[in-house]
């Protein structure tokens, strides 16, 4: 057990002790001086152990010595050496919990007490008959048995200890040195590669060559790719060695979602996903955070969504709940991918390590981009939570605190009053069923955010039905359903 834990255990055990002591004392007619005994003792260890006086080991031998006088105390007013005996066995065990060797010198000299006294000035200790004396001698060598074997015992637990925090500290100074390494060499890598992305991007502008274009295009690819696996490795060495630092700034949320779907758009290529953003408008409108950490951590859970997801969507989802500090901001991200299998989600965010081993090959990541999110999410004070079914789909989203510099909502309408909008969306083009619930959902929560008037459209039939029936002020249309009768929408429009 703990340091702090076993004086508990020592002072309470005392407590109770001198408690049924002063008990005795009183019903058995023992010495006045007795009781007060016992309460000085009572009060000086909880006084010792409430105010932490000096260091453990002082403390840890004041312990022993109260211990061992109120055990003699009991030997001078017992009638039997064997009872005493018995009880300073007890003690023996029960103080060898301090760890320390050297409280066995106390316990020897108290026993050396004990025996003098009932031997020469008691007289309780036969030794009429050699029974009597042999008796005795295996008593009282059982006694200093129980002692040396107690002695050995903690001096050899120590020495073992005192190794382990060599050798723990030895990985300590390797794990930093690790740390110092990855850190200079990622930062004498970064160099190069840039250089040679820059550079390709120049020769792509020139007129050359589809053959060099396309080599010169794998080159940039292969750099950037290069580039991510060795910012992975810095950022994870910075956290590891506690070096990374939180920098708040003010920022803008829409700002950081439209750098976020860019970039998942770019990451998405020819894949035929659906991104979907869904976002509280309520949001307030500056918040004050790390917005370069917290927009890493999404477009890790965005990237990986992306990867791992051939067919379907991609839905992040933005909230915001008000605390006296500011807000917690909810971000999730949700896929209709290939899943995790439950026994892999423990060591998802495990360092270097990849449930999908094959599949990360071939996508590329050395591991880490999950620990270090989880990492930084940490470093925020806040925490992540993962929900995924093999062949269903994964769902990250993390929760952490922010202040709020500008209360006002982030996205708001003005004369809301005379806004009366219709929409047509024909969700039966979506193949997946999640596609189709998550616009509706991503329309709701726009509708609500707003507190507009919303009129929504199974097919353009009910959409013009509505047109010549009500007024409206806006129309929400996708591209497909705008090409359904171009003439009449476009009517619409020009109006």
């Given at each position: 057990?703990g340091?702090?834990?076993?004086?508990?255990?020592?002072?309470?055990?005392y407590?109770?002790?001198?408690?049924?002591?002063?008990?005795?004392?009183?019903?058995?007619?023992?010495?006045?001086?007795?009781?007060?005994?016992?309460?000085?003792?009572l009060?000086?260890?909880?006084?010792?152990?409430?105010r932490?006086?000096?260091?453990?080991?002082?403390r840890?031998?004041l312990?022993?010595?109260?211990?061992?006088?109120?055990?003699s105390?009991?030997?001078?007013?017992?009638?039997?050496?064997?009872?005493?005996?018995?009880?300073?066995?007890?003690?023996?065990?029960?103080?060898?919990?301090?760890?320390?060797?050297?409280?066995?010198?106390?316990?020897?000299?108290?026993?050396?007490f004990?025996?003098?006294?009932?031997?020469?000035?008691?007289?309780?200790i036969?030794?009429?008959?050699t029974l009597?004396?042999?008796?005795?001698l295996?008593?009282?060598?059982?006694?200093?048995?129980?002692?040396?074997?107690t002695?050995?015992?903690?001096?050899?637990?120590?020495?073992?200890?005192?190794?382990?925090?060599?050798?723990?500290?030895?990985?300590?100074?390797?794990?930093?040195?690790?740390?110092?390494?990855?850190a200079?060499?990622?930062?004498?890598?970064?160099?190069?590669?840039?250089t040679?992305?820059?550079?390709?991007?120049?020769?792509?502008?020139?007129?050359?060559?589809?053959?060099?274009?396309?080599?010169?295009?794998?080159?940039?690819?292969?750099?950037?790719?290069?580039?991510?696996?060795?910012s992975?490795?810095?950022?994870?060495?910075?956290?590891?060695?506690?070096?990374?630092?939180l920098?708040?700034?003010?920022?803008?949320?829409?700002?950081?979602?439209?750098?976020?779907?860019?970039?998942?758009?770019a990451?998405?290529?020819?894949?035929?996903?659906?991104?979907?953003?869904?976002?509280?408008?309520?949001?307030?409108?500056?918040l004050?955070g790390?917005e370069?950490?917290?927009?890493?951590?999404?477009?890790?859970?965005?990237?990986?969504?992306?990867k791992?997801t051939e067919?379907?969507?991609?839905?992040?989802?933005?909230?915001?709940r008000?605390?006296?500090?500011?807000?917690?901001?909810?971000?999730?991200?949700?896929?209709?991918?290939?899943?995790?299998?439950?026994?892999?989600?423990?060591?998802?965010?495990?360092?270097?390590n990849?449930v999908?081993?094959?599949r990360?090959?071939?996508?590329?990541?050395?591991g880490?981009?999950?620990a270090?999110?989880?990492?930084?999410?940490n470093?925020?004070?806040?925490?992540?939570?993962?929900?995924?079914e093999?062949?269903?789909?994964?769902?990250?989203?993390?929760?952490?605190?922010?202040?709020?510099?500008?209360?006002r909502?982030?996205v708001?309408?003005?004369?809301?009053?005379?806004?009366?909008?219709?929409?047509?969306i024909?969700s039966?083009?979506?193949?997946?069923?999640?596609?189709r619930?998550?616009y509706?959902?991503?329309?709701?929560?726009?509708?609500?955010?707003?507190?507009v008037?919303y009129?929504?459209?199974?097919?353009?039939?009910?959409?013009?039905?509505?047109?010549?029936?009500?007024?409206?002020?806006?129309?929400?249309?996708?591209?497909?359903?705008?090409?359904?009768?171009e003439?009449?929408l476009t009517?619409?429009?020009?109006?």
């Amino acid at each position: 057990m703990g340091e702090k834990r076993t004086e508990k255990v020592i002072v309470w055990i005392y407590s109770v002790y001198a408690l049924v002591m002063s008990v005795a004392a009183m019903l058995l007619a023992w010495p006045a001086w007795i009781v007060p005994l016992a309460a000085v003792g009572l009060v000086s260890i909880w006084y010792i152990y409430l105010r932490e006086v000096k260091d453990y080991r002082f403390r840890a031998f004041l312990y022993a010595t109260l211990c061992l006088v109120n055990l003699s105390v009991y030997g001078l007013m017992s009638s039997s050496f064997v009872c005493a005996l018995c009880v300073l066995c007890v003690l023996v065990i029960l103080l060898a919990f301090f760890n320390i060797p050297e409280i066995v010198y106390l316990e020897v000299f108290f026993s050396l007490f004990l025996i003098a006294y009932h031997g020469l000035v008691y007289r309780t200790i036969p030794m009429d008959t050699t029974l009597d004396f042999l008796r005795f001698l295996v008593q009282v060598v059982s006694l200093f048995i129980i002692e040396l074997l107690t002695y050995m015992f903690i001096k050899t637990h120590r020495d073992t200890n005192l190794k382990l925090q060599e050798v723990i500290q030895d990985l300590k100074v390797a794990e930093q040195s690790k740390n110092d390494f990855l850190a200079n060499i990622s930062h004498e890598i970064r160099t190069p590669i840039n250089t040679v992305c820059g550079m390709s991007e120049m020769i792509l502008r020139e007129d050359i060559s589809d053959t060099v274009r396309e080599d010169t295009f794998n080159i940039q690819a292969a750099g950037r790719n290069l580039l991510a696996t060795v910012s992975d490795v810095l950022d994870f060495s910075e956290l590891e060695a506690g070096k990374m630092e939180l920098v708040e700034e003010p920022y803008n949320l829409t700002s950081t979602i439209n750098d976020i779907i860019n970039m998942a758009i770019a990451q998405k290529g020819s894949k035929k996903l659906e991104l979907i953003v869904d976002c509280d408008a309520k949001i307030p409108y500056t918040l004050l955070g790390d917005e370069q950490k917290i927009r890493r951590v999404i477009l890790n859970f965005v990237n990986n969504a992306i990867k791992f997801t051939e067919k379907g969507c991609v839905t992040i989802s933005f909230a915001g709940r008000k605390e006296a500090y500011g807000i917690n901001l909810m971000v999730k991200v949700k896929d209709t991918g290939i899943g995790i299998a439950e026994e892999n989600l423990e060591k998802l965010f495990s360092s270097f390590n990849q449930v999908d081993t094959k599949r990360n090959r071939q996508e590329g990541g050395i591991g880490v981009g999950l620990a270090i999110a989880k990492k930084l999410i940490n470093k925020m004070e806040g925490f992540i939570s993962v929900k995924s079914e093999l062949g269903k789909g994964s769902e990250f989203q993390f929760v952490i605190p922010q202040k709020v510099m500008d209360e006002r909502p982030m996205v708001a309408v003005n004369d809301v009053q005379n806004i009366n909008i219709i929409g047509y969306i024909n969700s039966e083009k979506y193949e997946f069923t999640e596609i189709r619930d998550d616009y509706m959902r991503n329309i709701k929560h726009m509708v609500e955010g707003l507190e507009v008037r919303y009129q929504s459209c199974r097919n353009l039939m009910e959409f013009k039905r509505r047109m010549e029936k009500e007024i409206y002020t806006h129309a929400f249309i996708t591209v497909e359903e705008y090409q359904e009768d171009e003439e009449y929408l476009t009517g619409f429009l020009n109006r």
